[in-house]
């Protein structure tokens, strides 16, 4: 089964406006991160929550996380075109080396001008 | 600093052939893991690498794949005999010490035909 799972799977939006992706996963985790990876290239880690944080900002990132609930939500603020891309969460188990990441099948965001 | 580099970007070859896959990951990074994304689907792990040993090979799908990082530098894998379910994109990360964020190459995309 997987351990981190997005919705929406594709989210299309107009520049200016608020994407939310949302992120569930099942085990005990250590930190969940979020990824971005744009068309043919390799991913680019964005930001990360340890287990004990509820809340975390970086620029124009909101993240959220819930152990109770074990899931977690990316805001991105005013977005731009540049923001299109596939976006996945990932999560280390308490059980694994760092590294060692469990990925969800990502949302696709288009973000049109 | 140079990012992760993977070599090739695209290979195409016929079921039965052989690949092999190259990974150069920043220097100075201890810590290499090779991922794959298989049919759209979850980027999966599978294995990684501390300097020139294998710290964990769980991930990896059968005896078909090869992994080797001789001399703790760049990383290879190879697939003997590739097989149609092997196509996909075949990512490869380091990472510095502690507990640092992963830094992807841009994946090799790798069609069994």
């Known amino acids: 089964s997987q351990q981190g799972e997005e919705d929406p799977q594709a989210l299309s939006i107009q520049e200016g406006e608020n994407a939310t992706m949302n992120c569930s996963y099942k085990?005990?985790?250590?930190?969940l991160q979020w990824y971005r990876q744009n068309s043919g290239r390799g991913l680019v880690h964005l930001i990360l929550?340890?287990?004990?944080?509820r809340e975390k900002h970086s620029g124009r990132l909101r993240v959220t996380l819930d152990t109770s609930k074990k899931s977690s939500s990316l805001l991105i603020t005013a977005s731009r075109a540049a923001d299109t891309a596939s976006y996945f969460c990932?999560?280390?188990?308490?059980?694994?080396?760092?590294?060692?990441?469990?990925f969800g099948a990502g949302t696709q965001v288009v973000v049109t001008p | 600093e140079a990012g992760v580099t993977q070599f090739p970007s695209h290979s195409v070859i016929e079921k039965g052939q052989t690949v092999t896959l190259r990974c150069d990951p920043i220097?100075?990074?201890?810590?290499l893991y090779w991922y794959r994304r298989v049919m759209g689907k979850e980027i999966k792990f599978l294995l990684h690498?501390?300097?020139?040993?294998?710290?964990?090979e769980s991930g990896m799908p059968n005896n078909r794949f090869l992994a080797e990082r001789t001399g703790g530098t760049y990383s290879t894998l190879k697939v003997q005999p590739a097989e149609l379910e092997d196509s996909g994109v075949y990512f490869c990360?380091?990472?510095?010490?502690?507990?640092?964020?992963?830094?992807f190459g841009n994946g090799t995309r790798l069609t069994v035909t």
């Open positions: 990932a999560t280390d188990a308490i059980t694994d080396s760092w590294g060692k990441l469990q």
């Open positions: 085990t005990s985790i250590n930190n």
């Open positions: 929550i340890r287990s004990n944080e």
């Open positions: 690498f501390v300097k020139e040993s294998k710290q964990d």
């Open positions: 990360a380091s990472r510095g010490p502690g507990n640092s964020p992963l830094h």
């Open positions: 220097s100075g990074h201890d810590n």
